[in-house]
């Protein structure tokens, strides 16, 4: 790509980005909008939005977004601190020196937009040359930095997670375990194997068992009738003199149009006994071999999920409980052996879609190169060689593309991960998080490096000694590509402040004449989508440190962005559903530590081909250090995210023993992981329409 390209695509993408934030700037305080930008607050704030962003403590996004909120803008502390770093590094110090290098060719500042971005990468440095000092310098301290950082993030969000645990209330997740293949002895029911099981072996400390029902017909019918509950609602909406005066009239009183109101009120009746019958139906008959079982102490609870209870490992099962609002009805149906199955399935479908992408990005990477793409297509040789168009094609087009075919697939890996059998809406997510990082780092950094510049030269990967090597000339001459893509993403990044689609479905409902849409349910945060996008970017930023450095500096504004976005976004608009208490974050430092292992591996062999053996020698005891490194915070910290300690359980317990509450506690606690499709539903009598009591000014 030429600089002339690449300015294009910053032009591009700088603009769209003003345009967004000025955009959302404007629509934020205005009444019609407020539900969309601060579903969560009554009105819009006065001040800037950004200095509100800036000014918000931790405590203050502790309270909005809980813990998980914290952990992800921590995360993005951390990218900044790094890219930050780094593009002191890269920029003041190393792009200076690769762009004075004359090892591709003699730099004319007067043709300078015509000329390769690989003038600012390490190419242009010339082999055996000692200004690789610098380059080899760099690498070790980024990589200082960089574990400093992950140690003493691993270390306060550690802390932070035991803090959360001794300064919380009662809550039911943490005496109660999640009990699955229970065994049915005699042909007797599920809950009668509960009760005698915990109760010969856990009798001191059992406190009740809440069996899980057959509910997905049930659960059906509740979300059949919540539809038509809304369908009722909005009707009521439409103005009373409307309803009277174009009142559909019927010939003899047999023929025509039937009051639409009175239709959907008495299909919402009839829907709501069925309803109950249902629910009387599922509790009598329909148990599943699964129950919540809860327990009179947190150390209890403990135990009987880290000892096995029974001899055959595939019956009594246990887990932790998520917290009553996380649980995930649908998936206790499943046997071990449909769980085990699922995960092979779910294993066979992520590497099979990751095939599929690399076709795509194949075809993606075709578009980066002018002449591949005439050799394609040459009845559009005479169009591509206008340079506004060709700079767009080569420059933007392809990072533009990129995005829109992965913007589906979290939804995909979210569902991959729900036919896993989670139990909890975060465990599912969890899962697909991870799923969602292997997904990016092979289809958008391996696969555009191995398909771009490789394309049609794979057969070099046929002998391994040649892939470090290789590597090194690959990786460096994908440094235009993933510029454009970084670049690209400030869009995305910015069009989540604007929720584009909230703003859509708002719009249509306050321009539809018929009755008044419900505003949007309040969203919960996508961390399973948006944390392997910043991890993605750390990626590149640090296996391009020393290779691109021109990068540097368009890593750090998306992550600075993000910064503001998301800070605004976890205290205005997200409401969490969930809170895990920061157990995302050693996905994150587990993707560091890959991220700095690559870059490392990458280094090696880029001193390698620039025939500086004794660099690259030196630098093999780095990636080994690092994995030590990690290894070291792995049995420090992890086993905190993992299961509370005996200590912290039972001083917990201790603290509590004595206190009123806690009778009042452990009385709602035998209730607490009901089934909602089990609760009791009346939304019919609530709106019983009667023309004497509407409002005598609703046609106003």
Known sequence: MIVSALATAVGINLGLTVLLISAFSLLRRRPPFISVYSPRRPYAPLESWIAAAWRLSEDDIHAAAGLDGVVFVRIIVFSIRVSAVAAVLG???????????????????????????????????????????????????????????????????????????????????????????????????????????????????????????QTGKLRRLVNDTEIIWRKVKNLKYVPYQSRTEDRPRKFLGLFGRSNVLGKYQEKLENLEENVRMEQSDAIRRQEISAAFVSFKSRYAAANAIYIRQSDNPTEWQTEHAPDPHDVYWPNFSTTFMERWISKFVVFVASVLLIIVFLIVVAFIQGLTYLNQLEAWLPFLRSILEIAVVSQLVTGYLPSVILQFVSSSVPKLMKKFSTMQGFGSVSGIERSACNKM????????????????TALGQLKVFLDPKEIPSKLAVLVPAQASFFIAYVVTSWTTITSEITQTSALLYHLWGSCAKCCKTDDPETQSMKYHSEIPKIILFGLIGLTYFIVAPL???????????????FRNQLCNVYAPKYDTGGRFWPIVHNATIFSLVLMHLISIGVLGVKKFPIGASLLVPLPLLTLLFNSYCGNRFFPIFEAYSTKSLVNKDKQEESKPEMSEFFRNLETA????????????????????????????
Not at 98 to 118: E, P, R, T, Y
């Open 91 to 213: 920029v003041g110090v190393l792009l200076p020196v690769n762009f004075m290098g004359d090892q591709l060719s003699l730099i004319d500042l007067a043709d300078l937009s015509n000329k390769s971005v690989d003038l600012f990468s390490i190419s242009n440095i010339k082999d055996k040359s000692n200004k690789l000092w610098l380059h080899f310098s760099a690498v070790y301290i980024i990589t200082g930095v960089a574990c400093y950082l992950l140690y003493h993030d691993y270390k306060y969000i550690a802390g932070k997670r035991l803090e959360y645990f001794m300064t919380s209330k009662p809550l039911p997740q943490h005496f109660t375990v999640l009990v699955r293949a229970i065994p049915r002895t005699d042909g007797g029911s599920v809950r009668d194997a509960v009760d005698k099981f915990f109760k010969h072996y856990h009798s001191s400390t059992y406190l009740s068992g809440n069996v899980v029902h």
């Open 437 to 452: 990082l292997r997904f990016t780092i092979w289809t958008v950094f391996f696969s555009n490096i191995l398909t771009g």
């Open 551 to 565: 990068i540097l500096p368009f890593i750090l504004v998306y992550f600075c962005l993000g910064y503001f976005i």
């Open 673 to 700: 992981y009901t089934d909602p499709a089990l609760k009791p539903i009346q939304r019919s009598s609530g709106y019983d329409y009667d023309e004497r009591t509407a409002p005598l000014l609703s046609a106003v």
